[in-house]
């Protein structure tokens, strides 16, 4: 088997056991430092992956780098802020990605600035090294992914309870009459978007942007060279 096909799948398997409980934990624990402690009594703040995974969800991050877990249950009317701790608390899973993604390219470049980075990134030899080193690339590029998707501002998504922050109460009534159109709505993008080609496709350019920004974010840790 192709250790790049390999470690590019290995590493969507690590986000879903590790990276993505981290994402629920994280609206859960902002939920309850609001006040809303309904996540918390339902097992949800917690870093165990068998609390969080949604098995569709899981299945389309491993095929394809995106998808979700589910929902972590929040009682707004408890938030001692309404809006903001709607909006802090949907912000909180998208957040996480990207600080995974840091720490995943932060590793790459630490192990980059040693020799043994260096012989496994100009030998190109299969060893340990050269395999972390991949693995720490596929983790920056699905972590960002996973933040992308999860901010589209359509529900159940977390970008939609961030966009919530700026609407108003006759929003809300208007959204819950017309939630189940919204819902199907929000399938069709889904799927359409699955099915529109990289050059082409937002989500693509998105993750591209992100994604350079953690890179040169890094750019302060050497290159070792010889």
Avoid at 120 to 128: D, F, G, R, S, V
Avoid at 144 to 153: E, H, S
Wanted: aromatic share 16%; proline share 6%.
């Amino acid at each position: 088997m192709d250790i790049e096909f390999f470690l590019k799948y290995f590493s969507r398997i690590v986000t879903l056991l590790l990276v993505l409980p981290l994402h629920e934990a994280a609206h859960a624990f902002v939920a309850y430092r609001f006040g809303d402690d309904t996540a918390a009594r339902q097992g949800r703040l917690t870093v165990n992956p068998f609390a969080h995974l949604d098995p569709i969800g899981s299945l389309l991050i491993v095929l394809t780098g995106f998808g979700w877990a589910k929902p972590v249950p929040i009682n707004p009317m408890r938030m001692k802020k309404y809006r903001a701790g709607i909006a802090l608390t949907a912000l909180a899973g998208p957040v996480s990605n990207l600080l995974a993604a840091f720490a995943a390219a932060v590793i790459y470049s630490v192990i980059r600035a040693t020799e043994a980075g260096y012989n496994a990134l100009h030998t190109y030899e299969i060893t340990p090294v050269f395999c972390v080193l991949l693995l720490m690339i596929y983790l920056v590029e699905v972590n960002v992914g996973l933040a992308i998707f999860n901010l589209i501002p359509l529900p159940p998504l977390d970008g939609f309870n961030v966009l919530r922050y700026f609407t108003s109460e006759k929003f809300d009534r208007w959204f819950y009459m017309h939630q189940r159109e919204i819902q199907i709505g929000f399938l069709i993008v889904i799927v359409g978007l699955s099915y529109i080609p990289a050059q082409y496709n937002p989500l693509y350019y998105a993750r591209s942007f992100i994604s350079d920004l953690i890179w040169k974010s890094v750019s302060w840790i050497p290159v070792y060279t010889k």
